[in-house]
């Protein structure tokens, strides 16, 4: 069998490990030949590729980005959707090629874009990345793990600071429509507040409950936003609940947004492990002919789920988590009245 490995949507730390687990396991435990796609989907009807070989796959565990180079798909899925020509040409690039399956390895949009590939009538596996956690169908994805240890490194860095000038500090980090970021890293580091877009929030109850705390004593504070939080109908809601909390309290405060670190450097050894597994069980897919499926882990098990019960959904915080619970219990606040 010849398969093909493409990499769409935004980078993450654990890809390399995932394009490696695939390639490897296809090759020695299958005989298949493997391409590298460039550039996503866009790739294979342009054929922009390489062939990847046992060299090639080996000194890349550790690395960040992906050795393939990746791109936002939205259009591709567009294109493939309403110009017929185009879903031709891809469709004959890939029996060009002699392409048996495609490995897809990316997030929401790509699960989108896959899915529509796969009603093509071309055979396609998908694996789960992003750092946001937010792909339905998975307990979790590869890239999480790793962003969630350098923003709680980076929040466990900014209470000694924050201590030492009493001041507010607002940490701002990735997460457009699921909190799962600002949840585990704010947990984690301690966080006072931790603001998510699934809950909502008041901003009189945050500014009533870091009042509260400096009164109390407690002169400094940790506030973990998530960046898919609109403040008054605005984004960047790191810097305007800075701004809003120093004008409206007697507190200092400053804000710190993390941003894209959270997405580079070198996978957590949970990442590497993660998608080791995920691609291997990609290939083992492959060679059963199962195709149109995204490998999921549920309940610390690998297995598949079929890309239409995927595609075009959110997998986000539900309010009764169980670390909302425990965080409530012990007196974190959420930016909403205690019930």
Not at 41 to 67: Q, R
Not at 94 to 112: C, E, F, Q, S
Not at 198 to 217: H, S, T, Y
Not at 253 to 278: F, I, K
Request: proline residues 3%; hydrophobic residues 40%.
């Amino acid at each position: 069998m010849r398969i093909g490995i493409l990499t769409s949507g935004g980078d993450c730390p654990g890809i390399n490990a995932t394009i490696r687990g695939v390639g490897k396991t296809a090759m020695v435990a299958h005989g298949m030949e493997v391409l590298g796609f460039h550039k996503g989907f866009s790739g294979i009807p342009a054929g922009s590729y390489e062939v990847l070989n046992m060299d090639k796959l080996s000194g890349i565990l550790h690395l960040g980005g992906t050795i393939l180079g990746t791109s936002r798909e939205g259009h591709i899925g567009k294109a493939l959707l309403q110009d017929e020509a185009f879903a031709n040409e891809f469709c004959e690039a890939y029996h060009r090629l002699g392409l048996d399956a495609i490995v897809a390895i990316g997030g929401n949009g790509t699960m989108k874009t896959a899915k529509i590939v796969s009603d093509l009538g071309l055979n396609v596996v998908a694996i789960p990345k992003t750092i946001d956690n937010d792909v339905w169908g998975t307990d979790v994805t590869f890239g999480f793990d790793t962003a969630v240890s350098i923003a709680t490194e980076a929040i466990d860095r900014l209470h000694s600071t924050a201590a030492s000038h009493n001041r507010v500090m607002v940490v701002e980090v990735m997460g457009h429509h699921a909190g799962w970021i600002a949840l585990h890293a704010g947990m984690a580091g301690a966080a006072d507040v931790i603001l998510l877009p699934e809950l909502g929030f008041d901003i009189e109850v945050i500014k009533k409950d870091i009042v509260e705390r400096a009164k109390a004593g407690k002169q400094h504070s940790i506030i973990v936003v998530a960046e898919g939080i609109e403040i008054n109908g605005k984004k960047r809601p790191g810097h305007r609940l800075s701004k809003i909390l120093s004008e409206e309290t007697f507190l200092e405060c400053r804000e710190t947004v993390l941003g894209y670190v959270q997405r580079g450097g070198a996978p957590s050894a949970t990442d590497r492990n993660l998608g080791t597994r995920m691609g291997g069980h990609a290939a083992q897919l492959i060679s059963q002919g199962i195709f149109g499926v995204m490998v999921r882990m549920q309940g610390g098990a690998l297995g598949h789920i079929p890309l239409s019960q995927v595609a075009g959904r959110l997998k986000v915080v539900e309010p009764d988590n169980e670390l909302i619970i425990q965080g409530r219990r012990m007196g974190i606040s959420f930016g909403l009245p205690r019930e």
